[in-house]
């Protein structure tokens, strides 16, 4: 199978290998009109995509910091029950005191111990205001990802329509695109794949139009135009780098014959009434 391939490569004329560029960028381009059809859409469902996942994310942190802020109060408020335990306990060791001394020392336990509560009920109430800032945030992000829900589902739906709407054309295109492909020889198709990774527009080889590129629309050189249509060499566009083809090279050998008799006989009879003028003002 490689032997034969590689056989038809080294038989294959550059007309040919022309030929088969300019089908295979024929066949690129009516997949290229096929995704146009869908538009921004596939981004816009991917940036859909990101938005809501990036708000679940947000969602879930706030969530998980709520529940801290929860766990720190009830841990406050075991605390402040502790505290009140133990002033109550301090408070009744102060009536059966010895001396001063220990009054003094249940004193201070007992100050310290209302500290501690106050200290505790100051961040419980911290604690509340950031869970109601945080649950602010939350509730907006959840109307805000339900709207953005509805978007998704409403673009995807657009799109799936358009897929299915194109998506047998695309397939057999892209099958067509493979073939062909299988007929080049593999460094002139890495070498056109490139150029049209490149291409703005997709287009990695032209047509010369009014003696001009039909990629960049810089002119053309009469003596390049003739090589170019004598197909002889695979010639590039100087200027974008496109490859370059003669606007003929869909026709046939024998639609080409055709054309250049057509032609010639146009330009002869053209050419008749003049030389009639010519004669009739020398007689």
Same mark, same amino acid.
């Given at each position: 199978?490689?032997? +034969?391939?590689?056989? @038809?490569? /080294?038989?294959? +004329?550059?007309?040919?290998?022309?030929?088969?560029?300019?089908? #295979?960028? @024929?066949?690129? +381009?009516? *997949?290229?009109? *096929?995704?146009?059809?869908? !538009?921004? #859409?596939?981004?816009?469902?991917q940036d859909l $995509?990101? $938005?809501?996942?990036?708000? $679940?994310?947000?969602i879930n942190k706030y969530t998980e910091e709520i529940d801290t802020f929860k766990q720190d109060i009830a841990e406050k408020k075991n605390k402040i029950e502790d505290s009140n335990v133990l002033i109550v306990k301090y408070t009744e060791q102060q009536n059966n005191v010895r001396n001063n001394r220990e009054f003094d020392s249940l004193s201070? $336990?007992?100050?310290?111990? +209302?500290?501690? *509560?106050e200290l505790c009920e100051k961040r419980i109430r911290e604690a509340k205001a950031n869970i109601k800032s945080k649950q602010d945030i939350i509730d907006n992000s959840a109307d805000n990802f339900q709207v953005r829900k509805d978007d998704l589902l409403?673009?995807? %739906?657009?799109?799936?329509?358009?897929?299915?709407?194109t998506q047998k054309d695309e397939e057999k295109l892209g099958k067509d695109a493979i073939k062909i492909e299988g007929t080049i020889e593999e460094r002139l198709l890495t070498a056109y794949k490139r *150029?049209? &990774?490149? &291409?703005?527009? =997709?287009l990695s080889?032209?047509? /010369?139009?009014? %003696?001009?590129? !039909? =990629?960049?629309?810089?002119?053309?050189?009469?003596?390049?135009q003739l090589d170019i249509r004598s197909r002889k060499k695979i010639i590039v566009c100087e200027y974008c780098g496109r490859i370059l083809v003669d606007k003929d090279i869909e026709l046939s050998? =024998?639609?080409?014959?055709a054309k250049l008799i057509a032609d010639a006989e146009k330009a002869k &009879?053209?050419?008749?009434? @003049?030389?009639r003028r010519k004669v009739k003002e020398t007689k």
């Open positions: 199978m490689a032997k +034969s391939k590689t056989k @038809k490569e /080294v038989n294959a +004329s550059v007309e040919e290998k022309l030929r088969a560029l300019y089908n #295979l960028q @024929k066949v690129n +381009s009516n *997949i290229d009109n *096929i995704k146009k059809l869908r !538009g921004e #859409l596939p981004l816009e469902v $995509e990101d $938005e809501l996942a990036g708000l $679940e994310t947000r201070k $336990e007992i100050e310290f111990q +209302s500290l501690e *509560i409403h673009k995807k %739906d657009e799109l799936d329509d358009i897929i299915n709407e *150029i049209r &990774a490149n &291409a703005r527009n =997709g080889l032209v047509t /010369v139009e009014r %003696d001009a590129c !039909g =990629g960049c629309f810089n002119k053309i050189p009469p003596q390049r050998l =024998g639609e080409l014959e &009879a053209e050419e008749k009434p @003049k030389r």
